[in-house]
């Protein structure tokens, strides 16, 4: 059907009735869902039932919107059918009811990607310190064998994955984590040329490794205090933002509402035709 130029109001309803799979790394995911578009139809008006829902099957004389999902991947599998509603004044609504089931593309938000063993890999950093200030070599082996964990283990979070542009919460965090395992490594190197540079004084450079330790635990413990704090910072934040964003939903879907009934009430009222008018001239005289 041609478009009529007549600006149409149309209300969208989609209910997935089942996710299946999603691949977080390709960016899609599969899905059941229920997609209903409903619209005014002036054409249509009284004739049918005050609140009766028919079949429509003259669809192809009336305006459609030709609504289609833009997000499909390949062809997924579709039926639609049409029925015309009438309210209780009478008005035609045609309702256009499609079930789509397939794959679909969807860019996935990661930047509050999760985190979960990075703290235990970071609290074995500490165990290097256990290892007499000496061995030099022995407690940076095991540094830097924790220090290649958390690149394996960054390795394994990217092929899970879609490369994006930013940084995520769990990007952040890796770095911090190395960056701590950095300076340790270079805490065990300076404890070992203290002890040497100062005569091979045991005692002295025991006591500043036990500095160290108690000063580097502690920022360990506040880094991951804040970041704690910034994770849920950021929860609430955006529990906030949905929040806003639900409550403008609802103002908008009341102020829908009383349009059509506002709209109904107009229709339910009777036309005022000349031959009433002159009844009320007469009356008048």
């Known amino acids: 059907m041609a478009n009529t130029g007549e600006k149409k109001e149309i209300f969208i309803r989609v209910v997935f ?28 008006d009284g004739k049918g039932a005050k609140g009766e829902e028919v079949e429509f099957a003259e669809r192809d ?16 599998k579709e039926s639609i059918w049409h029925q015309v509603h009438y309210d209780s004044s009478g008005s035609a609504y045609i309702v256009e009811k499609r079930r789509i089931k397939g794959l679909f593309f969807e860019k996935m938000e990661l930047k509050s990607y999760p985190f979960d063993t990075q703290i235990f890999i970071g609290i074995l950093l500490f165990t290097t310190f256990a290892v007499d200030v000496t061995l030099v070599q022995n407690r940076l082996q095991i540094s830097f064998i924790l220090l290649l964990s958390n690149i394996t283990f ?25 960056s701590m395992m950095f300076v340790v490594c270079l805490w065990h190197t300076a ?23 108690i000063i580097l635990i502690i920022i360990y413990f506040l880094f991951q205090l804040i970041f704690i704090l910034y994770t849920v910072h950021l929860v609430k934040k955006r529990g906030k933002l949905f929040i806003v964003k639900e409550k403008k939903q609802t103002e908008m879907l009341n102020m829908m509402d009383q349009r059509t009934k506002k709209g109904n009430k107009r229709q339910i009222l009777p036309k005022t035709t ?6 009320e001239t007469k009356n008048e005289n």
């Open 17 to 44: 009735i089942k996710i299946g799979e999603i691949n977080t790394l390709q960016e899609n995911f599969f899905a059941d869902a229920f997609v209903q578009a409903r619209w005014r139809e002036s054409k249509l």
């Open 61 to 76: 004389k009336y305006w459609n919107p030709s609504i289609y999902v833009d997000n499909c991947i390949g062809e997924p």
């Open 154 to 178: 960054k390795f394994n979070i990217a092929q899970m994955l879609p490369k994006v542009s930013y940084l995520t919460l769990l990007d952040k965090y890796v770095i911090l984590q190395m």
């Open 191 to 213: 404890a070992f040329l203290l002890y040497s540079l100062n005569g091979d004084d045991e005692p002295l450079a025991i006591r500043y490794d036990k500095i160290a330790f």
């Open 274 to 279: 000349n031959d009433d008018n002159k009844m």
